[in-house]
């Protein structure tokens, strides 16, 4: 996971470094207001940079004598995320980002258009 976090940390400083040009191209494809767009790329460097503290801790709920208990979480099954037109930057950084770091697997990434 490790890995992973040093990877959201580049992204998130290359986007950051890029800031204006994305957020300025993303004005031009959706005729939103540069200062949304703005909002928008850098909203994602913050999910990007804050998704590197994410951690799966395994936790002791018993520890007896000669025995221990303890719960550890693993991501399970399918990630499905619907992602609103109006903020498809921040929003697919807030959905994906997580289930990047820990580790889903996309082997049938689809995007799609609804009607």
């Known amino acids: 996971m490790e890995e992973r976090r040093k990877i959201f940390s580049?992204?998130?400083g290359i986007i950051g470094k890029n800031g204006?040009?994305?957020a300025s191209l993303l004005t031009q494809e959706q005729v939103k207001p540069l200062q949304e767009a703005t909002f928008e790329v850098?909203?994602?460097v913050a999910f990007l940079r804050y998704f590197?503290?994410?951690?799966?801790?395994v936790k002791t709920?018993?520890?007896?004598?000669?025995?221990?208990?303890?719960?550890?979480?693993?991501?399970l099954g399918v990630v499905a995320a619907i992602v609103p037109w109006n903020f498809p930057v921040l929003?697919?950084?807030?959905?994906?980002?997580?289930?990047?770091?820990?580790?889903?697997q996309f082997q049938d990434l689809?995007?799609?258009h609804v009607g």
Do not use: S, Y
């Open 42 to 44: 850098f909203g994602a």
């Open 52 to 57: 590197t503290t994410l951690d799966l801790p």
């Open 110 to 112: 689809a995007f799609g």
């Open 91 to 104: 929003m697919a950084t807030f959905k994906l980002g997580p289930a990047l770091l820990f580790r889903r």
């Open 61 to 75: 709920i018993n520890a007896g004598e000669g025995a221990r208990v303890e719960v550890h979480r693993r991501p």
């Open 10 to 12: 580049l992204a998130a």
């Open 20 to 22: 204006a040009d994305l």
